[in-house]
């Protein structure tokens, strides 16, 4: 079955400076994986997906994330963080075995703090 | 394109009642999926509907249900409220593989 685990339930970082934040997943198959974002009392919004094509995929907001099969891991990473990007990030695997599009695992999530 | 929209977007009922969400997918998306999201479990997965099928679902009680309506519409209902039943209630639509789904911005449930 499929799985994912990410490693921090909290990051703080100050403006300006890198984010890291770490995912790791279990996959009986070829999985698709994606990274979201959920502002306080707002819905999940997008970041990027890996669905086996480039390894190191480009997100929105200068976010991106790589896929590393050999370590079963997809962390998150942006060079520069800003104050908006404070918020709750989840890293998702996406599972097939039914067939269907609606199968999302999520991780527990990671709670980015931006420091001034 | 409008986006996920969801209604309403708070709701406070009693335990033993019964609540019907609702979730208007964005224009073209057939499939709607259903989330539950609460401070201690998490984002779980209820079901997920298809052309008015339900193609997968979760690990919860029978008390949970949805259905699909021709226009991609999607309605969930939860009978006999229980306290941790309070939670916020995430839609998410999609189009095709690969599996990109969009939100809505969730039902805010509170069971007193």
């Known amino acids: 079955a499929q799985s994912v685990t990410q490693l921090d339930s909290h990051v703080s970082v100050s403006e300006g400076t890198p984010v890291l934040l770490r995912c790791n997943y279990s996959?009986?198959?070829?999985?698709?994986l994606f990274w979201y974002v959920q502002h306080p009392n707002k819905g999940l919004q997008l970041l990027l997906k890996y669905t086996s094509a480039a390894t190191l995929v480009k997100g929105i907001n200068g976010f991106e994330a790589e896929f590393k099969k050999s370590e079963t891991s997809f962390h998150l990473t942006k060079p520069s963080a800003h104050m908006s990007d404070a918020a709750e990030y989840f890293c998702v695997v996406s599972d097939f075995e039914g067939g269907s599009q609606g199968n999302l695992i999520f991780g527990k999530g990671t709670k980015l703090s931006v420091k001034p | 394109k409008a986006g996920v929209t969801q209604t309403p977007r708070y709701l406070i009922k009693t335990r033993g009642q019964q609540v019907t969400l609702s979730c208007s997918p964005i224009s073209g998306h057939r499939s709607v999926s259903w989330y539950q999201q609460t401070p201690g479990q998490g984002l779980q997965f209820l079901f997920e509907?298809?052309?008015?099928?339900?193609?997968n679902k979760g690990n919860f009680p029978g008390r949970f249900s949805g259905r699909q309506f021709s226009n991609s519409r999607s309605e969930m209902n939860v009978s006999t409220l229980e306290l941790g039943d309070s939670a916020l209630y995430l839609c998410a639509s999609a189009l095709a593989g690969p599996y990109e789904q969009y939100f809505g911005p969730g039902t805010r449930l509170t069971v007193t």
């Open positions: 509907y298809f052309s008015e099928t339900q193609r």
């Open positions: 996959s009986s198959y070829s999985p698709s």
